[in-house]
């Protein structure tokens, strides 16, 4: 069974601008988890969706968005990009939220 | 506040000895306790878990204790291996509910010496 992948793997940005990353579950996960890796403050909670609707969220500011598709596909936006939100962007899955999530290999984002 | 906590950010062992990661955790609705073990520039691979019904759970070389009482838990590996320096994570979640998330320590650096 394929795992949870991430796309793109890297990126870079400039402050301002705006920034889609996407997860892709394992086949048959419905909850799909964003956490934010950074050295200073660790793994921290973005938000989790499940069939298509967020069901729990994070201390993060609404310049962090998401969504999950019909086929529990998802996407994190990030609006209006600061240097402090450079970090690796990691999605989890798991079958309905709160039991073992599954990490996907992340997004290093760079904000220049 | 830190709910889960790592209170070691390295440990070095030698290979063949015991490894022992420690978590603290102060939130009582805490019911859900979980490892992941992490190389650089990859997302944390999942270990063990453990349920709050049960003080111990093992799976091969790793097994994991909760001691609720004291909210501690800690993860032993035995025998410890090369492979298996990495960052250890501890995380805990409320279970069933409302609580969908993971809450993460900031982790320990494993360091197993040939």
């Known amino acids: 069974k394929a795992g949870v992948t991430q796309t793109p793997r890297y990126l870079i940005k400039t402050r301002g601008q705006q920034v889609t990353l996407s997860c892709s579950p394992i086949?048959?996960?419905?909850?799909v988890s964003w956490y934010q890796q950074t050295p200073g403050q660790g793994l921290q909670f973005l938000f989790e969706y499940f069939s298509e609707t967020q069901r729990n969220k994070g201390n993060f500011p609404g310049r962090f968005s998401g969504r999950q598709f019909s086929n529990s596909r998802s996407e994190m936006n990030v609006s209006t990009l600061e240097l402090g939100d450079s970090a690796l962007y990691l999605c989890a899955s798991s079958f309905v939220g709160w039991e073992t999530q599954y990490f996907g290999p992340g997004t290093r984002l760079l904000v220049l | 506040d830190q709910q889960v906590k790592q209170n070691s950010p390295s440990l070095s062992v030698q290979e063949g000895r015991i490894s022992i990661l420690n978590c603290d955790y102060t939130n009582s609705m805490f019911d859900y306790f979980l490892w992941y073990k992490k190389y650089p520039a990859e997302g944390p691979t999942f270990l063990i878990s453990?349920?709050?019904?049960?003080d111990k759970n093992e799976d091969g070389r790793f097994t994991v204790f909760l001691n609720k009482s004291a909210k501690h838990l800690s993860l032993h590996i035995v025998p410890s291996q090369p492979g298996d320096s990495a960052v250890y994570f501890c995380a805990a979640s409320g279970g069933g509910g409302s609580n969908y998330k993971l809450t993460f320590g900031k982790g320990t650096l494993l360091t197993v010496n040939p």
């Open positions: 086949s048959g996960h419905r909850s």
């Open positions: 453990i349920s709050s019904i049960k």
